[in-house]
């Protein structure tokens, strides 16, 4: 029973114990709450030692470390180009560090900190599973493709996937070292499925390998070199259980159901097409740049500076490709079998959407505009428009824009003729909103319905909602539109009724990365490639953004070798040093290693790989002191092992910068001591 860890102590101890056990149950899902069973428990020890001198706070050998950390960081608030927040990051770092002390003041026995840890790992249980019924909404609304990562109920969710990481491992951590009854080692097996299912669900590619590390750590360790083999058939099953594929499918689409017609393998990633005639295409190939397709043979190709992941007609023989740099490539297909570059350009801003309709190109930048381009004698003019700032999709038909503003999550129109003169506005809140318009109709998909509107010049009238989730991409051919979801549903619709018949006319049995229609013949794009093996994919999105970011922040800690910039947020900073097409300026560079490089400078780098390396060292020796210990051993093998996971995945991550994460550290690297300490204490007993 709970009542006798309370029975027998001062009226002050049990608000301390039960506030941290507050402390320990939010650890997963409430930042805020997770605060107050934090600090008042460190406010009520700081009182008892100063004015009670009543002092629970015990050494653990790790002060100097701690002290050089936090040195490092007041000398570099001391240089930094941005004083305030340096120190104010300063005193973050100051007050959560006594995360350590606080737990081991509080469980000063073996029993306080089996409580402590019973209640942090049933509350993580129990968000987990709560995580998993989101994530089977998020399914359902096929969040998943779009947006290429799990929900976020709780916390963002590379936060939740690296907080569920911890559980994972202390979990196997108990289910290998522990020696039970089979019945308690089905429940250990089913905690652990249940917390390995949430992981997976959170789609955190760097939590995977944390916790991935963390669990051959453990076998490794244990020397469980058996238990390696299924391990590592698992592994291989997840990483090498689907063929990398790249093709080009062509359907008739004028019958009753579209007609197959022939798909064209290629190499590379095939992204997106545009067909110049029935057997000539322009491929935007991810991988291999820009290609010429001739009766279903490569016979040009261009290699671009970065992945090639949209392709328009823009006039006569010119077309237009979009780097996912945000660069912009012009190409002209010349006579006989050839393409040739013409220029690269780029907008202002932030691209978050792009459109090219009647010989004008529209770039919606969130953090300038919108941008229109047009095309004189190869030439490329642009004119933005700054006052949309905010916009993240756009479309046009004829006279009338349509975009979708994030910042104030409203769905406007506007009659544009070289100025803009609003006619309506929605306000829908969504992550979504994309967005088509087609001879007075416009299409908006949320995560949840397809809306239809009507519109004119003076007015705009939704006409209906549709419970069709997915969709990411709608042409239309004459007065019909066909719509494809991210898991290959073709959807057809006649939009001349006012009451618009959208049904599902096809499945494709994959997902298309987009399709195009050309006299009645459907174009897909389709390429397969395994999210396990994007960890390690150079052509991956994010792992594009973290190879730049490393590049700008290794030339941000060169011009600042000794103290970097100061522990700050490094949107200014990344700026300026960053290359001119890449838009996006990151706060911090997603590694934790190069992170503290640039802003503690090489000699504080080398002051907290000192401080890991001694609280590894730590961990070490307490397990290997109590390995004998029922229970504490397992704790004490969990804890380290997900140390070691937090510190691989810190290597795609800059997970040492995270609240919830570092006081996760904090708070395993305290409970072990306490429990090492509480083992000491009983030795000297006996």
């Given amino acids: 029973m709970i009542t006798k860890y309370f029975t027998g102590i001062k009226t002050i101890d049990k608000i301390i114990l039960g506030l941290i056990l507050l402390f320990a149950v939010t650890l997963n899902n409430s930042i805020f709450v997770n605060q107050i069973g934090y600090f008042f428990p460190l406010f009520i020890l700081t009182y008892l030692l100063i004015i009670k001198k009543d002092n629970r706070f015990e050494k653990n050998g790790l002060e100097l470390v701690f002290i050089l950390f936090l040195t490092a960081e007041f000398i570099s608030a001391i240089f930094s180009v941005d004083q305030g927040v340096a120190f104010k990051l300063f005193f973050k770092r100051l007050v959560l560090i006594p995360v350590v002390y606080t737990i081991v003041a509080v469980a000063n026995d073996s029993d306080k900190a089996k409580l402590i840890f019973k209640f942090y790992i049933g509350a993580a249980l129990i968000t987990m599973l709560l995580y998993i019924v989101f994530a089977y909404e998020h399914f359902i609304a096929q969040l998943y493709s779009l947006e290429s990562k799990g929900p976020s109920p709780f916390q963002y969710v590379m936060t939740a996937g690296g907080l569920m990481s911890f559980v994972v491992v202390f979990l196997f951590a108990f289910l290998i070292n522990d020696k039970n009854k089979v019945k308690i080692k089905l429940l250990q097996l089913l905690a652990f499925v249940i917390a390995s299912l949430a992981l997976l669900l959170s789609y955190t590619r760097a939590a995977w390998l944390g916790a991935a590390f963390g669990m051959i750590f453990i076998l490794l360790i244990k020397r469980k070199w058996l238990l390696l083999i299924p391990i590592v058939i698992i592994a291989a099953f997840f990483l090498f259980r689907y063929e990398a594929m790249s093709q080009i499918v062509l359907y008739h689409i004028n019958g009753h159901k579209p007609e197959f017609i022939k798909s064209i393998t290629t190499s590379g990633r095939a992204t997106d097409v545009m067909p110049i005639s029935r057997d000539t295409l322009i491929l935007a190939d991810y991988e291999e740049g820009i290609k010429l397709i001739v009766e279903d043979k490569v016979v040009k190709k261009i290699d671009t500076p970065s992945p090639a992941t949209r392709v328009w007609h823009w006039k006569d023989n010119y077309y237009v490709v979009y780097l996912i740099d945000s660069r912009q490539i012009l190409i002209k297909k010349e006579n006989g079998s050839n393409i040739k570059v013409v220029t690269t350009f780029t907008s202002p801003g932030l691209t978050k959407d792009l459109e090219l309709k009647n010989e004008k190109y529209y770039v919606a930048d969130y953090d300038s505009g919108l941008t229109v381009f047009s095309l004189s004698n190869e030439k490329v003019n642009g004119i933005t428009y700054k006052e949309l700032e905010g916009i993240s999709r756009v479309d046009t038909y004829d006279s009338t824009l349509a975009i979708y503003n994030a910042k104030t999550s409203t769905l406007n129109f506007y009659s544009f003729n070289g100025s803009f003169s609003l006619i309506d506005s929605f306000h829908i809140n969504t992550g ?167 802003i503690l400078g090489g000699i504080g780098f080398l002051i907290v790989m000192f401080m890991l390396f001694k609280i590894l060292q730590l961990h070490l020796k307490i397990y290997r002191t109590v390995k004998d210990i029922p229970f504490v051993s397992s704790y004490a093998l969990g804890a380290t092992a997900a140390f070691v996971g937090f510190l691989i995945s810190g290597l795609g991550e800059w997970n040492f910068g995270d609240q919830e994460i570092i006081t996760m550290i904090w708070f395993t690297l305290g409970l072990n001591i306490a429990f090492y300490k509480s083992y000491l204490k009983n030795v000297k007993t006996d």
């Fill in 432 to 598: 979504v909103g994309l967005l088509w318009l087609y001879n007075g109709y416009a299409f908006f998909q949320t995560e949840n319905e397809l809306m239809r509107f009507s519109y004119g010049s003076l007015k705009v009238k939704k006409l209906e909602s549709l419970n069709i989730h997915g969709i990411f991409r709608i042409r239309f051919i004459r007065n019909t539109a066909y719509g494809i979801t991210t898991n290959g549903d073709l959807f057809k619709g006649y939009i001349t009724d006012e009451k618009m018949n959208f049904t599902k006319y096809y499945n494709f049995n994959f997902t298309p990365s987009d399709f195009y229609i050309s006299d009645s013949t459907l174009y897909l794009t389709f390429n397969k490639r395994n999210r396990f093996l994007s960890i390690v994919d150079p052509y991956h999105e994010t792992n594009l953004e973290r190879i730049n970011q490393w590049k700008t922040g290794w030339t941000i800690f060169k011009n600042n070798p000794f103290f970097g910039v100061g522990d700050i947020d490094l949107k200014d900073v990344y700026a300026k040093y960053k290359e001119y097409y890449l838009k996006e300026n990151f706060g911090h560079l997603h590694n934790n290693y190069i992170h503290f490089l640039v």
